[in-house]
Protein backbone atom coordinates (compact mmCIF):
# COMPACT_ATOMS: atom_id res chain seq x y z
CA UNK A 1 0.00 0.00 0.00
CA UNK A 2 1.03 3.51 -0.46
CA UNK A 3 -0.30 5.37 2.43
CA UNK A 4 -1.82 8.53 2.53
CA UNK A 5 -0.70 10.73 -0.75
CA UNK A 6 -0.70 14.29 -0.59
CA UNK A 7 -0.06 16.38 -3.14
CA UNK A 8 1.53 19.19 -4.01
CA UNK A 9 4.66 18.69 -1.58
CA UNK A 10 5.61 22.06 -1.46
CA UNK A 11 3.35 25.36 -2.42
CA UNK A 12 4.50 28.59 -2.57
CA UNK A 13 2.17 31.38 -3.41
CA UNK A 14 1.45 34.95 -2.79
CA UNK A 15 -1.39 36.96 -0.70
CA UNK A 16 -4.88 36.89 -2.62
CA UNK A 17 -4.40 33.92 -4.28
CA UNK A 18 -6.52 30.44 -4.44
CA UNK A 19 -4.43 27.58 -2.89
CA UNK A 20 -5.43 23.82 -3.08
CA UNK A 21 -3.71 21.18 -1.23
CA UNK A 22 -5.20 17.41 -2.17
CA UNK A 23 -4.93 14.05 -0.66
CA UNK A 24 -5.48 9.83 -1.32
CA UNK A 25 -6.71 7.89 1.83
CA UNK A 26 -5.56 4.67 2.18
CA UNK A 27 -8.21 2.35 0.31
CA UNK A 28 -10.43 1.19 2.94
CA UNK A 29 -9.56 3.51 5.26
CA UNK A 30 -13.48 5.77 6.42
CA UNK A 31 -12.07 8.50 8.18
CA UNK A 32 -10.10 11.15 6.99
CA UNK A 33 -8.95 13.94 8.44
CA UNK A 34 -6.92 17.34 7.84
CA UNK A 35 -4.29 18.41 9.97
CA UNK A 36 -2.11 21.77 10.17
CA UNK A 37 1.15 22.50 11.78
CA UNK A 38 3.00 25.13 13.27
CA UNK A 39 5.79 25.71 15.75
CA UNK A 40 3.65 28.16 17.60
CA UNK A 41 0.10 26.39 17.51
CA UNK A 42 1.37 22.57 16.80
CA UNK A 43 -0.68 20.16 14.86
CA UNK A 44 -4.08 21.21 15.10
CA UNK A 45 -7.00 19.20 13.52
CA UNK A 46 -9.28 21.57 11.01
CA UNK A 47 -11.92 19.03 10.24
CA UNK A 48 -12.73 15.02 9.56
CA UNK A 49 -14.70 13.18 7.23
CA UNK A 50 -16.39 10.07 7.76
CA UNK A 51 -17.90 8.51 4.62
CA UNK A 52 -16.81 11.08 2.31
CA UNK A 53 -19.28 13.27 5.06
CA UNK A 54 -17.71 16.29 7.12
CA UNK A 55 -18.67 15.19 11.11
CA UNK A 56 -16.33 17.59 12.65
CA UNK A 57 -15.84 21.08 11.40
CA UNK A 58 -14.84 23.18 14.45
CA UNK A 59 -11.38 23.43 14.34
CA UNK A 60 -11.62 25.15 10.29
CA UNK A 61 -9.93 28.59 11.13
CA UNK A 62 -12.23 30.72 8.85
CA UNK A 63 -14.90 30.63 6.24
CA UNK A 64 -11.79 31.02 4.05
CA UNK A 65 -11.13 27.54 4.23
CA UNK A 66 -13.35 24.74 2.70
CA UNK A 67 -12.53 21.27 2.36
CA UNK A 68 -14.53 18.46 0.24
CA UNK A 69 -14.42 15.01 0.06
CA UNK A 70 -16.22 13.61 -3.34
CA UNK A 71 -15.60 10.14 -2.80
CA UNK A 72 -13.84 7.50 -0.72
CA UNK A 73 -10.70 8.33 -2.46
CA UNK A 74 -9.82 11.64 -2.97
CA UNK A 75 -10.36 14.80 -0.67
CA UNK A 76 -9.13 18.95 -1.34
CA UNK A 77 -8.50 21.30 1.13
CA UNK A 78 -9.04 24.87 -0.31
CA UNK A 79 -7.96 28.09 1.06
CA UNK A 80 -9.28 31.42 -0.83
CA UNK A 81 -8.06 33.91 -0.26
CA UNK A 82 -4.94 32.79 0.92
CA UNK A 83 -2.90 34.80 3.53
CA UNK A 84 0.34 34.85 5.09
CA UNK A 85 -0.72 33.66 8.33
CA UNK A 86 -1.85 29.98 6.93
CA UNK A 87 1.67 29.43 6.00
CA UNK A 88 1.57 25.98 7.43
CA UNK A 89 2.36 22.19 7.05
CA UNK A 90 -0.57 20.52 6.07
CA UNK A 91 -1.34 16.87 7.13
CA UNK A 92 -3.79 14.83 5.34
CA UNK A 93 -4.71 11.58 7.60
CA UNK A 94 -6.36 8.83 7.51
CA UNK A 95 -8.06 5.83 9.91
CA UNK A 96 -9.98 2.70 10.03
CA UNK A 97 -12.68 1.72 11.18
CA UNK A 98 -13.14 3.99 14.00
CA UNK A 99 -12.29 8.19 14.61
CA UNK A 100 -9.85 6.67 17.79
CA UNK A 101 -8.32 4.13 15.89
CA UNK A 102 -4.49 4.95 15.02
CA UNK A 103 -4.14 7.44 12.12
CA UNK A 104 -1.86 7.31 9.20
CA UNK A 105 -0.63 10.49 8.29
CA UNK A 106 0.43 12.01 4.85
CA UNK A 107 3.95 13.40 3.87
CA UNK A 108 2.39 17.05 4.35
CA UNK A 109 2.20 20.01 1.68
CA UNK A 110 4.13 22.77 3.08
CA UNK A 111 2.35 25.89 2.47
CA UNK A 112 4.37 29.62 2.16
CA UNK A 113 2.00 32.29 1.49
CA UNK A 114 4.10 35.09 0.77
CA UNK B 1 -9.82 25.17 29.61
CA UNK B 2 -8.35 22.01 28.07
CA UNK B 3 -4.44 21.79 27.58
CA UNK B 4 -1.75 19.09 27.23
CA UNK B 5 1.12 19.62 27.81
CA UNK B 6 4.85 18.19 26.92
CA UNK B 7 8.13 19.06 27.63
CA UNK B 8 8.87 22.20 25.04
CA UNK B 9 12.77 21.64 25.58
CA UNK B 10 14.91 19.22 23.77
CA UNK B 11 16.00 15.96 25.78
CA UNK B 12 19.70 15.27 25.08
CA UNK B 13 20.79 11.71 25.88
CA UNK B 14 23.58 9.25 25.65
CA UNK B 15 22.71 5.79 23.77
CA UNK B 16 22.05 3.59 25.48
CA UNK B 17 20.41 5.37 28.15
CA UNK B 18 16.83 5.50 28.84
CA UNK B 19 14.52 8.38 27.83
CA UNK B 20 11.61 9.49 29.60
CA UNK B 21 8.80 12.03 27.79
CA UNK B 22 6.23 13.14 29.85
CA UNK B 23 2.58 14.29 29.18
CA UNK B 24 0.49 16.03 31.29
CA UNK B 25 -3.45 17.02 30.82
CA UNK B 26 -5.89 18.86 32.35
CA UNK B 27 -9.50 19.22 32.21
CA UNK B 28 -9.97 15.68 29.90
CA UNK B 29 -11.34 12.79 30.72
CA UNK B 30 -9.78 10.51 27.58
CA UNK B 31 -10.79 7.30 26.80
CA UNK B 32 -7.31 6.52 25.73
CA UNK B 33 -4.22 8.07 24.50
CA UNK B 34 -1.80 7.68 21.52
CA UNK B 35 1.87 8.17 21.01
CA UNK B 36 3.12 9.12 17.86
CA UNK B 37 6.92 9.68 16.46
CA UNK B 38 7.80 12.74 13.86
CA UNK B 39 10.80 13.09 11.97
CA UNK B 40 12.26 16.43 10.11
CA UNK B 41 9.46 16.90 7.81
CA UNK B 42 7.53 13.80 7.23
CA UNK B 43 4.51 13.29 9.12
CA UNK B 44 3.83 11.73 12.27
CA UNK B 45 3.65 7.58 12.74
CA UNK B 46 1.37 5.63 15.34
CA UNK B 47 3.69 4.11 17.89
CA UNK B 48 1.26 2.91 20.84
CA UNK B 49 -2.25 3.40 22.46
CA UNK B 50 -2.93 2.85 26.06
CA UNK B 51 -6.96 2.80 27.47
CA UNK B 52 -7.63 4.78 30.60
CA UNK B 53 -7.83 1.25 32.04
CA UNK B 54 -4.83 0.59 31.28
CA UNK B 55 -1.95 0.86 33.51
CA UNK B 56 1.26 0.30 30.99
CA UNK B 57 1.82 -1.12 27.51
CA UNK B 58 5.09 -2.23 25.72
CA UNK B 59 6.26 -2.41 22.58
CA UNK B 60 9.84 -3.67 21.76
CA UNK B 61 11.89 -0.84 23.60
CA UNK B 62 9.33 1.78 24.20
CA UNK B 63 7.02 1.59 27.33
CA UNK B 64 3.70 3.82 28.19
CA UNK B 65 2.15 4.08 31.20
CA UNK B 66 -0.84 5.90 31.88
CA UNK B 67 -1.98 7.59 35.13
CA UNK B 68 -5.38 9.02 35.39
CA UNK B 69 -5.20 10.31 38.83
CA UNK B 70 -2.31 11.97 38.37
CA UNK B 71 -3.44 13.00 34.21
CA UNK B 72 -0.09 12.28 33.27
CA UNK B 73 1.71 9.77 30.64
CA UNK B 74 4.76 8.50 30.61
CA UNK B 75 6.62 7.33 27.06
CA UNK B 76 9.81 5.90 27.56
CA UNK B 77 12.98 4.67 25.52
CA UNK B 78 15.07 1.77 27.03
CA UNK B 79 18.33 1.05 25.52
CA UNK B 80 18.10 4.75 23.31
CA UNK B 81 19.78 4.51 19.93
CA UNK B 82 20.71 7.53 17.76
CA UNK B 83 17.83 6.11 15.31
CA UNK B 84 15.11 6.96 17.65
CA UNK B 85 16.08 11.09 17.80
CA UNK B 86 12.77 12.46 16.74
CA UNK B 87 9.92 14.59 18.18
CA UNK B 88 7.94 12.73 20.02
CA UNK B 89 3.61 13.66 20.04
CA UNK B 90 1.28 12.58 22.77
CA UNK B 91 -2.25 13.03 21.89
CA UNK B 92 -5.76 12.31 23.90
CA UNK B 93 -9.09 11.34 22.77
CA UNK B 94 -12.18 11.95 25.01
CA UNK B 95 -15.66 10.45 24.01
CA UNK B 96 -17.30 12.32 21.85
CA UNK B 97 -14.71 14.47 20.87
CA UNK B 98 -11.17 14.36 18.53
CA UNK B 99 -7.83 13.76 18.75
CA UNK B 100 -5.92 16.50 20.37
CA UNK B 101 -2.32 16.53 20.03
CA UNK B 102 0.56 17.81 22.49
CA UNK B 103 3.34 20.28 21.08
CA UNK B 104 5.72 17.31 21.35
CA UNK B 105 8.98 16.92 22.62
CA UNK B 106 12.54 16.45 20.46
CA UNK B 107 14.46 13.91 21.73
CA UNK B 108 18.31 13.44 20.61
CA UNK B 109 20.28 10.31 21.40
CA UNK B 110 23.84 11.07 21.03
CA UNK B 111 26.28 8.32 20.44
Known amino acids: DAGVIQSPRHEVTEMGQEVTLRCKPISGHDYLFWYRQTMMRGLELLIYFNNNVPIDDSGMPEDRFSAKMPNASFSTLKIQPSEPRDSAVYFC????????????FGPGTRLTVL | SQKIEQNSEALNIQEGKTATLTCNYT??????LQWYRQDPGRGPVFLLL?????KEKRKERLKVTFDTTLKQSLFHITASQPADSATYLC??????????FGGGTRVLVKP
Open chain 1, 93 to 104: ASSPNRADNEQF
Open chain 2, 27 to 32: NYSPAY
Open chain 2, 50 to 54: IRENE
Open chain 2, 91 to 100: ALYAAGNKLT
